[in-house]
């Protein structure tokens, strides 16, 4: 029976480069090797990757690239090892195919360790464990954020997802500055959105803050980030104004 290929752009490389893996040193590889260290590699996908890639294992929901458990799928059902996927993501993190992917966005062991990571959850059911489950916080698990002063303070993620630190904050009625502080290597913004109030700030890369300050009547408003992909990759969250 013939193997079916990725398709081209759905994958991170095309077909061929799957292909050509396969028939070289690459895919005779094991998923993961001694050295590897597959935790260190599950942080730096979540850092690196995480806002462009889905990767359910990993807790991960970029849309801007393609979803590596569906694009990596139907190869490994047809027969492919996890040892080509590691090859595969390897030579597209050194050598990226397209526009979108920036060069040397992992270098080093890094490179291997990220490889081996996503080649032994690609397209794998149920959640990490041991070590892993514990490698990266819970996207949005903190605890709610509560205006004081009139400042609510609601933190990007700091590990590279498209998610804020809480998906809930409250404020009292009235002038209020919204502040997100990014710690991430990804840009991110903060706007609020209903009926009656639509405000943003700027977007600012790691180190920055976004900020705005706007009037706000009691209801239930939500947060997100604007730049593309991001909202709909989870980055939102619900302001209750009372």
Known sequence: MERSLPKPGVLVVVGAALAACALSACGSQSAAQSGDNLVEGKRLFVERCGSCHTLARAGTTGTQGPDLDAAFRQS????FGRSVVRGV???QIKHPM???MPADLVEGDGVTDVAAYVAISVAKPGDDTGLLATAVESAGSGEPAVAENGVLEIAADPNGRLAYVTSEASAEA????????N???VDHDIAVENGGVSARGDVVGQGGVSEFT??????EYTYFCTLPGHREGGMEGTLTVR
Do not use: I, K, N
Request: no cysteine; hydrophobic share 35%.
């Open 89 to 91: 993501v390897a030579e």
């Open 183 to 185: 710690e991430s290597t």
């Open 98 to 100: 397209g526009q979108e």
């Open 174 to 181: 009235g002038s209020l500055t919204v502040r997100m502080p």
């Open 76 to 79: 490994l059902a047809d027969g």
């Open 214 to 219: 706007a009037d706000f009547a009691p209801g």
